[in-house]
């Protein structure tokens, strides 16, 4: 059956992260696993199947690329890792070339279903994804700043003393060095955030600012201390794809095609989304600031040099 059949495309730290949550959360009948180490996918299937006792029936095998024929999703995390002293960006040259080969596997296969992309530069790679596909914009999903944004809700929350569910915030535009907080729009229990702070605790606007500080270094402070991340951008890579598998019509701030929205065209980038069974439904145009404007503009410009100097644009 095509419905709640997942494919998992790289079975390393994150593949496998999102093949655990995904098994531990009961998302989805089928989870294939295709990576290009054979033994090392078909012991992640043997070991994920002893956890179906504690969790849901589910069918977790490794798999092929005719696989995919009558998949819902595909989720790919394969590509090179980001390395200590590396930006996102420097991944560039190295993932496109393994984007290239491994989206036209994907479509010979006849797979028509979502793509659902997490590795980095995340929003580039979506969208070499959606050129070498050919699928509909709608069907094809990064990651994007869904992470940056849980990381920023759970900053706020501690600083303030409140559940990181309750905090209402995201993070915009690129995942990376030129991503930033939309100040205008976090609330608490629907009060803005200043109001908040200003009637239940005892927060100065350094610390507050601080918190984005902490969000954009976390990902660089995690790889220098234990080699990568991998166990976050799992589980926002396991709710993104039962938000897709249940048609939620939750709202993430993923790596979603613009038409227009926020004054840009041509370009995926972190922005609120609703997600459902049709892969990204429609876009947020949240209204920014002029200061927010700018830096989305800013981070735009920058993965629109980087698409250029990369031949996407050809």
Known sequence: MKDSKIILIGDGA???????????WGIGRELGIIDINEDKAEGDAMDLSDVLSFARPK????????????????????????????????????????????????????????????????????????????????????????????????????????????????????????????????NIGGLPLYEWVSKHSQVDEMELLATFDKVKNAAYEIINKKGATFYGIGAALARLAQAIINDEKAVYSTSSYLDGEYGQKDIYIGVPTVIGKDGAKWVIDVPLTDTEQERMDKSAATLRKVMEDAGLYD
């Open 59 to 186: 069918k977790i095998y490794k798999a092929n690329y005719s696989d995919c024929a009558d998949a819902e999703l595909v989720v790919i995390t394969a590509g090179a890792p980001q390395k200590p002293g590396e930006t996102r960006l420097d991944l560039v040259d190295k993932n496109l070339k393994i984007f290239k080969d491994m989206i036209g596997k994907i479509k010979d296969s006849g797979f028509e279903g979502i793509y659902l992309v997490a590795a980095n530069p995340v929003d580039i790679l979506t969208y070499a994804t959606w050129k070498y596909s050919g699928a509909d914009c709608n069907k094809v999903i990064g990651s994007g700043t869904s992470l940056d944004t849980s990381r920023f809700k759970k900053e706020i929350a501690k600083l303030v003393g409140i559940d990181p569910r309750s905090v209402d915030t995201y993070i915009l535009g690129e995942h990376g060095d030129t991503e930033f907080p939309v100040w205008s729009h976090t």
């Open 14 to 24: 994150v593949g496998s992260s999102f093949a655990y949550a995904a098994t531990l």
